[in-house]
């Protein structure tokens, strides 16, 4: 019987993912965000920065919010 390979697609962005892919490796990030290891692929570091939404600010920017 020939085995069937997992098709993934990124949790951002949704692509199909061909060769390598990124996925999280922090375990409290994987019990606390990712219900399955499926969820936890992402094509780019920018996809996954925009899933966990990561943004870079300025300084001067947070001490206008304090």
Do not use: P, R
């Not at 999280?24 to 399955?36: G, M, P």
């Not at 499926?38 to 990561?54: A, G, V, W």
Request: charged share 40%; with cysteine; glycine share 4%.
């Amino acid at each position: 019987m020939e085995e069937q390979k997992k098709e993934l697609h990124c949790s951002e962005c949704g692509v199909k993912i061909e060769g390598e892919y990124y996925k999280c490796l922090d375990n409290c990030l994987q019990v606390n965000f990712f219900d399955t290891e499926e969820e936890n692929c992402f094509c780019s570091t920018e996809c996954f920065d925009k899933y966990m939404s990561l943004e870079q600010l300025n300084i001067e920017d947070d001490e206008d919010e304090i």
